[in-house]
């Protein structure tokens, strides 16, 4: 079975910190990886995915993530906080032929002037 | 052009209504997907279609009936509906229904059951 643990339901940054939120997976086989950012009131934003090849992925609005599979971990990261980044994150995973997106709880990340 | 659009924005109904959610995309994705959100909650899955056939049925109440008319369209036609169905209803496409595809969401209806 596979799960998905976002740790940290709400995380909060000073404007201009690095913003750090944390996803591990629990899969005997490493899955397809995915963060999404929803604002509020709005659906849900690709913000990256890993699937295969290199491990630090670079995605939009100035985020990364690092698949690590010694640690089933792809944490997100973003240098400096703008408060524009405001928002619910989600962590998901999906393995090879499956159909479902299987997302963690979620992460509300506030950016503090 | 990525994006999947959603209508209505926001329905209220009452539970004898029947009413109907509409998703469409204009990307030629052949998978398209229900989700549910609960408030402060992650989406799940409700329905897949893979070229205009469903899929996947994540165990829906029958009150819940899709449909997908063309590969561009996807409804979800609502009948009976009880207040703890109240939640945002998202739409997703993506390519096909392969691991590796991205997922692309529509902004959502807000449904409340009254």
Known sequence: AQSVTQLGSHVSVSEGALVLLRCNYSSSVPPYLFWYVQYPNQGLQLLLKYTTGATLVKGINGFEAEFKKSETSFHLTKPSAHMSDAAEYFCAVRLTGANNLFFGTGTRLTVIP | ?114
């Open chain 2, 1 to 114: 052009d990525t994006e999947v659009t959603q209508t209505p924005k926001h329905l209220v109904m009452g539970m004898t209504n029947k009413k109907s959610l509409k998703c469409e995309q204009h990307m030629g994705h052949r998978a398209m997907y229900w989700y549910k959100q609960k408030a402060k909650k992650p989406p799940e899955l409700m329905f897949v279609y893979s070229y205009e056939k469903l899929s996947i049925n994540e165990s829906v109440p029958s009150r819940f009936s899709p449909e997908c008319p063309n590969s561009s369209l996807l409804n979800l036609h609502l009948h009976a509906l009880q207040p703890e169905d109240s939640a945002l209803y998202l739409c997703a496409s993506s390519l096909t229904t392969g691991t590796p595809e991205t997922q692309y969401f529509g902004p959502g209806t807000r449904l409340l059951v009254l």
